[in-house]
C-alpha cells in the first residue's frame, strides 16, 4: 500500500517525462489527483492508537543492516496527507508556472512528490538518508529551470546548503551504523535503533550531526539564509513544494530521529536548541517587516514559523509536540495560500514588489479576501488553524520557562505587523489607473485554494481530528524519552475555599 | 449554585447544564455568524437583501437574548448560572478546552446590550450606508462583530473569550480600514490591530498563566483555585490581564488607536468604539474578579490606569473640532470611570457595568447622532463648520440632547445614577481617587457643553454649498429609541436592582458608606458638572465661535495633538522597532549570510582550484558533489550484491 503510494507519483513522473508535452499538465494533475486518493485510502485503513502499522520491511543491504522499510504512526500521516493534498493544489493554482518545459517541470514535481512521501514513509534510517539526499535531484531542477532571474545562482545557493547538510549527517548515519554493529548485528531499522545503547559522548556526537542537517533544512537562524534567495527566485509552485512540503522533513527528522535515537542528547541539548528557536521566531519576524519583495517576505516569515515548531519539539510537553506536528500541518496549508495568491497578483501586477502594488482591493475584491485570510492564519488569529497550534507550543514554551514563553510570545505582535502591513501596501490606496479593471479572481484560481481555505477555516474550529492522530504519536515518544506533563501548581479540586468544609 | 463561605467575599463560578429554552443559547451567535457567512461568501447576487439579512439576524439574536433574560430572571437567585458544551476544541495531555458557553447574570446583560443596541445600529446603517456600492459587505462585517463580542461574553474559558476578543478585533480592522481607498482609513485599521496586538500578548500570556497554574483555562475552575495560589502569581495574572484589557479599551497606554479608528464609517464607531468593543476590556476585569480579588496590588494597578484615562480622554475630549474624535476621547475618558470602578473590587464591579450599560446607551445615541448631523453636512465632521443646527435637524437635535444631559450627569438621567455611584464607590476607597472622579465629572460637563453647544447652538458657520436637513425615518427610529434609553437607564438602579443582580457572580459586599453624606456627594458633583457646563456657555454661546481654529495655547496644542500620545510611541517604540528592522535585515546581508556565505566564499575558492582541475563551474561542482554521494550509496548496494 505505501509502496504504490510512492511509485504513483513516481511513474507518474516518468510517464510525463515520455509523454508529449502537450498532455503534460493534464496527466501530472491526474496523477497527483490518484495519490490524493491512495493518501485517503491509507487514511481510512489507518488505526489511530495503534503506533506503527501498515508496515513493509525486505532486506536490501543485510551486511550493514539495511531495509526497505515504510511505516505510518500518527506523524508520517499527518505530513502524507499535507504532501498529496498540496500537490494538486500548487498544480492547478500554478497553472503557468511551468510553461517554459512542461515536461521537465510536471516530471520533477512529481518526482518530488514521490520522494518526499517516502522520506515521511522510511522506518529505516539509511532508506531516509538515500532519500533525503534524492529530493535534491528534483528540487533544483525546479529552482533552477524555471522562475525569476537569478535562480540559477539561488539554486545552486540551495543545493549547497543542503549537501553540506547532508554530508554531517551521512557521517552520522555511518556512525550510527559503527555503533549498531557494536552491540550485535547492525541494523538501520528505526525500531532496533530506537533500542540501542549509545552511551552519551557518542549520542550527543552523532545527535549533533542529525541536528545540524535538520536545522538546515527546516530552517533555523543561523543557517537560514538559503530560503530567502530560493523563494525569491523560484516560482509560487516551487517555493510551495520547497517551504510547506520539503523543509518539513527537517522538523520532521527532529521529532523521528533526534527525539526517537538520541533522547539524553536532545535533552541535553535543549537549552542551546530553544535559544536558537525562539532568535528564529524574533529574528524571522523582524527581517520579513523589512521586506519588499512580496515571495522573500513569505520565505521569511516560515523561518520565524519553524522557529515556533522546532521550540514546540524541545519544550518536551504533550502540548508542545502535538503543538509543533499541528503546527507542521497549518504552516503547510496556510504558507501554501500565501504563496499561491501572491502569485496570483504577482502574475497580474508584472512585479514582486510590494511597494509597487498597491489599490488592488477595489478591482479584486475576492482575490483581496483570500490573501487576507491566508495572511490572518499566518499570524495566527483564533478561529483559524493556526492558531491553535501557536497557542499550544507558546503554552508549553510558557510552561518550560516563563521567559521563553514571553519572549517568543512577541512574535504574534510581530506576525499581525508584517502580515497587515504588507497587506495595506500591496491592497488598499487609491487604485491607480493602470489597476483598473484586473481580473478578479478566476474560476481555476479560486478552486484551487479553495480546500486551503476550507481547511484553515475547519481545522480551526474543531482540530480535534488532527490533534487525535498526533497525541498517541506524542504520548509514546514522551514515555520514550522519559518526561512527563508539568503538574499545575494548583491542581483543580483543590478548592481554597472548600477546607472548612459544610 | 453560589458558594459563600464565612468571610469569604468571592463567589464561586458553579453553573448547572442549559435545559429548556436555554438550550438555545448557541443560537444566539449562530445567527449572526451564518449571517455573515452568507453575506460574505453569497458574493454579489445577496446585494439586494444583504442589508435586511443582515438586520434580521441581529433582531433575532437580540429577541433569543430577551428570552434567556427573562428565563433566568424567572429562576431562583442560585440557579441563575448555566453552561452549554458545545463540542471539544482542543484536547492535548492534560489540557482540555471545551467549546463551552456560560449563561450568567453578568453575561446576560451584555447579550442585550450587545444584541439591542446593535439591532438598532443595524437599522440606522440601512440608511447611513444606503448610497455605498459595497453596503452588502458593511453588515456582513456588522454580523461578524456581534457573533465575536457575543462568543467574547458567553466563553466559559479564557480560550473561547480570546477567540471572541481577537474576532471583535478582526471586526474592528475590517470596519475601522472599510474605505480601504483612502490611506488614512487602512493605516488606522492597522494601526488598530497592532496595538491590540500588543495588549493580546498580556492576555495570551495570562492563559498560559492560569493553564500552568491551575491546569485548567476554565473560568469554573480557576475561580475554585483562585483561593489557593499564591498573592504573586495571583498579581501577575491581574496585570497581565490589565494590559490586555488596556489594549482592547483603549486606555493608558495604549490608547492612541482610538482617535485613529474614527476613520471608520460611523455606525461602527457607535457600536465598536463606544457601546461594546471598547468596554470589553471591563468586562474582562469583571469577569475575572477571582483574580482581582487575591491581587490587591493588581487592583491599585487598574485604579491608575483607570484615573489616568479617565483625564488623558477628557482633555483631548476638550480641545478636538472633529466631532467624532472629541466623543472617541470623551469615551477614553467614561471607560476610565467604569475601570475605576472595576479596580475597587467587589464595591465597584457592579456599577462598572451600570455605568458600561448606560455609557452604551448614551454614547452610542450621540455618536449616531454625529452621524446624523454629517449625514446632513455631506460629510463634514469638523465642528468649527456646524452652529445652529437645532432648527435644521429637530430629531437629532433633541435625541443627542438626551445623550447629552444622560453624560454630564444632569439629575434623573441614566448618567447621573451610574456616574454618581461610582464616584462615591471611590471616595469610600480613596479620598484622592474619589476627588479626582468628581474634578473629571467637571471636565466631562465642559468638553460635552462645548461640543454640544458648537454644534446646535452658537453661530452658523456652515461652508458654502452645505444645506443641512433632517436623517430619513430608518435613521431617526433608533435616535429616538436609544434616547429614550438615555434617559431612563437609570432604572436599573431602582431598588439596588443591578447590584442584587450581579452579586451571585461579582459578591456582595457591606456597605461602605463615603467619608460625607451621600446625599453631600451627589450634590458636590452636580456642582462640579454645573461649573463646568457654566464655563463652556461663556466661552462657545456667549463669544462668537471662530470657523478657524485659532492657534491656542501650549496646552491646547497638547490637547489637539492627543497629548503627543503618537510621538511617544513614535519615540519609545517605533524608532526602536524601526532600528531593531535595520539591524536584522544588516545582519542577514552581511552577517548571517556573510558568515555563511564566506564559508561557502572558501569552498568556492577551493572549488576555483577545483575547476582548473575539473570541470569549471560550480554548479557542476555541486551536482557532481551530489553524484558523487549517490554513487556512494549505489556502491554499497553493490557491495552486498
Not at chain 1, 554531517?168 to 559503527?178: K, N, T
Amino acid at each position: 500500500m505505501l509502496t504504490a503510494l510512492v511509485l504513483v507519483p513516481l511513474l507518474g513522473a516518468v510517464a510525463v517525462a515520455v509523454a508529449p508535452a502537450a498532455v503534460s499538465r493534464v496527466l501530472a494533475i491526474g496523477v497527483s489527483v490518484g495519490a490524493f486518493a491512495l493518501g485517503v485510502a491509507v487514511l481510512l485503513m489507518f488505526d489511530t492508537g495503534e503506533g506503527m502499522q501498515l508496515t513493509e520491511t525486505v532486506d536490501w543491504i543485510s551486511a550493514f543492516g539495511v531495509h526497505y522499510a515504510l511505516g505510518v504512526d500518527g506523524l508520517s500521516l499527518l505530513l502524507v496527507l499535507l504532501t498529496v493534498l498540496l500537490v494538486p493544489v500548487v498544480l492547478l493554482a500554478g497553472w503557468h508556472d511551468g510553461d517554459e518545459d512542461p515536461k521537465a517541470f510536471y516530471a520533477w514535481t512529481l518526482a518530488l512528490e514521490a520522494l518526499s512521501l517516502a522520506v515521511f514513509l522510511a522506518t529505516d534510517v539509511f532508506l531516509f538518508y538515500v532519500v533525503f539526499e534524492a529530493t535534491l535531484i528534483p528540487a533544483y531542477f525546479l529552482v533552477a529551470g524555471f522562475g525569476r532571474e537569478g535562480r540559477s545562482s539561488a539554486a545552486v545557493k540551495f543545493l549547497l546548503f543542503q549537501l553540506a547538510g547532508g554530508l554531517v549527517l551521512l557521517a552520522s548515519v555511518i556512525g550510527l551504523y559503527v555503533v549498531s554493529a557494536q552491540q550485535g548485528p547492525p541494523s538501520y531499522l528505526l525500531s532496533d535503533l530506537m533500542q540501542l545503547d549509545i552511551g552519551t559522548a557518542a549520542g550527543r556526537w552523532l545527535f549533533a550531526g542529525f541536528f545540524i542537517a535538520f536545522a538546515i533544512k527546516a530552517p533555523l537562524f543561523p543557517v537560514h539564509t538559503w530560503l530567502a534567495d530560493t523563494t525569491e527566485r523560484a516560482t509560487p509552485a516551487t517555493s510551495v513544494l520547497l517551504v510547506c512540503v520539503l523543509d518539513k522533513i527537517g522538523t520532521y527528522g527532529m521529532l523521528r530521529f533526534c527525539l526517537g535515537i538520541f533522547p539524553e542528547a536532545s535533552q541535553w541539548a535543549t537549552p542551546l536548541v530553544v535559544t536558537i528557536a525562539v532568535v528564529s521566531i524574533i529574528y524571522g519576524a523582524f527581517v520579513a517587516i523589512g521586506q519588499d519583495d512580496v515571495l522573500r517576505l513569505i520565505g521569511l516569515t516560515s523561518l520565524s514559523h519553524f522557529g515556533f515548531i522546532t521550540l514546540g519539539i524541545f519544550v518536551f510537553s504533550s502540548q508542545g509536540g502535538s503543538g509543533a506536528i499541528l503546527y507542521m500541518v497549518n504552516h503547510g496549508l496556510g504558507t501554501a495560500a500565501l504563496f499561491l495568491v501572491a502569485g496570483y497578483l504577482i502574475r497580474r501586477r508584472g512585479t514582486t514588489l510590494i511597494s509597487q502594488m498597491g489599490g488592488l482591493e477595489k478591482a479584486t475584491p475576492v482575490l483581496a479576501g483570500l490573501l487576507l485570510v491566508a495572511g490572518l492564519a499566518t499570524l495566527g488569529l483564533p478561529g483559524l488553524s493556526p492558531f491553535v497550534s501557536e497557542f499550544l507550543v507558546l503554552l508549553s514554551a510558557f510552561d518550560y520557562a516563563w521567559w521563553v514563553g514571553a519572549f517568543a510570545v512577541t512574535g504574534i505582535v510581530l506576525a499581525a505587523i508584517y502580515v497587515l502591513w504588507a497587506y495595506q501596501r500591496m491592497m488598499t490606496g487609491p487604485t491607480p489607473a493602470t489597476v483598473e479593471g484586473t481580473p478578479d479572481a478566476t474560476t481555476r484560481e479560486w478552486m484551487a485554494v479553495a480546500p486551503l481555505m476550507l481547511a484553515l477555516v475547519f481545522f480551526g474550529f474543531y482540530p480535534q481530528p488532527l490533534l487525535d492522530t498526533a497525541n498517541p504519536y506524542v504520548e509514546g515518544l514522551m514515555s520514550h524519552v522519559g518526561v512527563t506533563d508539568d503538574a499545575p501548581a494548583v491542581p483543580p479540586g483543590t478548592a481554597g475555599h472548600e477546607e472548612d468544609g459544610e | 449554585m453560589t458558594v459563600m463561605e464565612a468571610g469569604e467575599l468571592v463567589p464561586v463560578l458553579a453553573p448547572g447544564s442549559a435545559d429548556g429554552v436555554l438550550s438555545l443559547l448557541w443560537l444566539v451567535i449562530a445567527l449572526p455568524l451564518a449571517g455573515a457567512a452568507v453575506l460574505l461568501l453569497g458574493g454579489r447576487a445577496t446585494d439586494r437583501w444583504g442589508h435586511l439579512l443582515g438586520t434580521a439576524t441581529a433582531v433575532g439574536s437580540f429577541v433569543l437574548s430577551l428570552l434567556m433574560f427573562l428565563t433566568l430572571l424567572g429562576r431562583e437567585e442560585d440557579d441563575r448560572q448555566v453552561v452549554q458544551h458545545l463540542y471539544d476544541w482542543i484536547q492535548v495531555g492534560g489540557l482540555d478546552i471545551g467549546m463551552d458557553l456560560l449563561l450568567d447574570p453578568l453575561s446576560v446583560l451584555f447579550l442585550l446590550l450587545i444584541t439591542g443596541v446593535g439591532s438598532l445600529i443595524h437599522v440606522y446603517s440601512i440608511g447611513y450606508m444606503e448610497h455605498d456600492p459595497r453596503r452588502r459587505r458593511f453588515f456582513a462585517y456588522l454580523n461578524l462583530f456581534v457573533a465575536a463580542m457575543l462568543m467574547l461574553v458567553l466563553s466559559e474559558n479564557c480560550l473561547g473569550l480570546f477567540l471572541g476578543w481577537e474576532g471583535v478585533g478582526l471586526a474592528s480592522y475590517l470596519l475601522i480600514g472599510f474605505w480601504q481607498h483612502k490611506p488614512s482609513a487602512a493605516a488606522a485599521a492597522k494601526k488598530a490591530f497592532v496595538i491590540n496586538r500588543v495588549g493580546d500578548m498580556g492576555m495570551a500570556t495570562a492563559i498560559f498563566l492560569a493553564f500552568v497554574t491551575f491546569g485548567s483555562t476554565s473560568f469554573t475552575v480557576i475561580s475554585a483555585g483562585a483561593g489557593a495560589a499564591t498573592e504573586t502569581t495571583m498579581t501577575v495574572l491581574g496585570l497581565l490581564l490589565l494590559v490586555g484589557a488596556a489594549g482592547k479599551s483603549a486606555q493608558f497606554p495604549l490608547q492612541a488607536w482610538l482617535l485613529d479608528a474614527m476613520e471608520g464609517p460611523t455606525p461602527v464607531s457607535a457600536l465598536i468604539h463606544a457601546a461594546t468593543m471598547v468596554t470589553a476590556g471591563v468586562y474582562l476585569i469583571t469577569r475575572s474578579n477571582f483574580v482581582f480579588e487575591y491581587a490587591p496590588s493588581a487592583q491599585t494597578a487598574v485604579v491608575v490606569v483607570a484615573v489616568i484615562s479617565i483625564f488623558w480622554g477628557a482633555v483631548i475630549g476638550c480641545a478636538k473640532d472633529d466631532i467624532k474624535k472629541a466623543l472617541a476621547g470623551s469615551t477614553m475618558s467614561q471607560i476610565g470611570y467604569m475601570m475605576l470602578a472595576a479596580g475597587l473590587g467587589v464595591a465597584g464591579y457592579a456599577f462598572a457595568i451600570f455605568h458600561l450599560i448606560t455609557h452604551g446607551f448614551f454614547k452610542a445615541n450621540m455618536f449616531l447622532g454625529a452621524g446624523s448631523v454629517m449625514h446632513g453636512m455631506d460629510d463634514d465632521v469638523d465642528m468649527r463648520h456646524y452652529g445652529a443646527l437645532r432648527a435644521a435637524m429637530p430629531i437629532t437635535f433633541a435625541t443627542f440632547a438626551m445623550g447629552f444631559l444622560a453624560i454630564i450627569g444632569f439629575p434623573g438621567f441614566s448618567g447621573f445614577w451610574s456616574k454618581d455611584k461610582i464616584v462615591e464607590a471611590a471616595l469610600a476607597d480613596s479620598w484622592l481617587v474619589g476627588l479626582a472622579a468628581m474634578a473629571a465629572a467637571g471636565v466631562t460637563g465642559f468638553y460635552m457643553t462645548r461640543l454640544f453647544l458648537m454644534t446646535f447652538f452658537s453661530n452658523k458657520r456652515w461652508q458654502e454649498g452645505v444645506h443641512p436637513h433632517e436623517s430619513p425615518k430608518v435613521m431617526t427610529f433608533p435616535l429616538i429609541a436609544l434616547a429614550a434609553l438615555s434617559v431612563l437607564g437609570g432604572v436599573l438602579l431602582i431598588g439596588d436592582w443591578i447590584v442584587e443582580w450581579l452579586s451571585p457572580v461579582v459578591g456582595e459586599e457591606a456597605h461602605h458608606e463615603p467619608p460625607i453624606p451621600v446625599l453631600a456627594v451627589t450634590a458636590l458633583t452636580t456642582l462640579t458638572v454645573a461649573v463646568g457646563v457654566a464655563i463652556a456657555f461663556a466661552m462657545y454661546q456667549r463669544r462668537e465661535v471662530p470657523a478657524e481654529a485659532p492657534t491656542g495655547s501650549f496646552a491646547t496644542r497638547a490637547a489637539r495633538n492627543e497629548l503627543y500620545g503618537n510621538e511617544i510611541n513614535e519615540v519609545l517604540v517605533v524608532g526602536p522597532g524601526r532600528g531593531l528592522v535595520r539591524t536584522s535585515l544588516g545582519i542577514d546581508r552581511h552577517g548571517a549570510d556573510g558568515a555563511v556565505m564566506g564559508g561557502a566564499a572558501v569552498v568556492r575558492g577551493l572549488g576555483g582550484w577545483l575547476r582548473r582541475a575539473q570541470t569549471g563551474y560550480v554548479r557542476s561542482y555541486a551536482l557532481s558533489l551530489l553524484g558523487g554521494v549517490i554513487i556512494v550509496v549505489l556502491a554499497m548496494l553493490a557491495v552486498n550484491l
